[in-house]
């Protein structure tokens, strides 16, 4: 008897975290870890660049990657990655190892927040700079989170799709 009250109490708990994890946050990785991840659930990678003292990052994550159905997309299509830009803490990207720092650095990155999105196997689609809100955020990820962007114009897309703003808008 205690097997089965111990048996079911397990399964409960595994339910209620299973169901927890499905709600709210994001689950953010590193770069190395969400290279694997990528590669074994072949999704694409949205790298959110940031900094600690950047005030638009900190309004990309309490707006955006905060919105229930950005969060909810993200998480069927993307492995979500953030690197710090100023961080020492040591990453691997195509078979390198260096500083995140080093690595923004070698992406060009030179304003925060960016948002690269790489193919399953790390290979860089296109980028995103500075904060766009949750409206014209989901758009933007479901064109590149689809393959939209192999068959047609971010003009295109936003046209057949009914998006009616640019990003820069």
Do not use: H
């Not at 299973?18 to 290279?35: I, S, V």
């Not at 961080?87 to 960016?114: H, N, W």
């Not at 690269?116 to 700079?129: C, M």
């Amino acid at each position: 008897m205690k097997r089965v009250v111990l048996s079911v109490s397990m399964l409960l708990i595994t339910v209620l975290l299973c169901r927890a994890g499905d709600k709210g946050e994001l689950q953010w990785r590193n770069l190395t870890t969400g290279l694997e991840e990528a590669k074994k659930s072949n999704k694409k990678i949205l790298l959110d660049i940031y900094t600690d003292w950047c005030g638009w990052c900190k309004k990309l994550d309490k707006d955006v990657y905060a919105n229930e159905m950005v969060a909810s997309y993200l998480k069927q299509q993307y492995v979500a990655v953030k690197l710090n830009a100023e961080s020492d803490a040591k990453v691997t990207y195509k078979g390198q190892t260096t500083s995140e720092m080093e690595l923004a650095q070698a992406f060009g990155i030179r304003s925060y927040p960016t948002i690269i999105f790489l193919d399953a196997a790390g290979e860089p689609i296109n980028s995103l700079g500075g904060y766009v809100n949750a409206e014209k955020f989901l758009p933007i990820v479901k064109f590149i989170g689809e393959d939209y962007y192999k068959k047609m114009t971010w003009d295109q897309y936003r046209e057949q799709n009914g998006v009616k703003s640019k990003i820069s808008d």
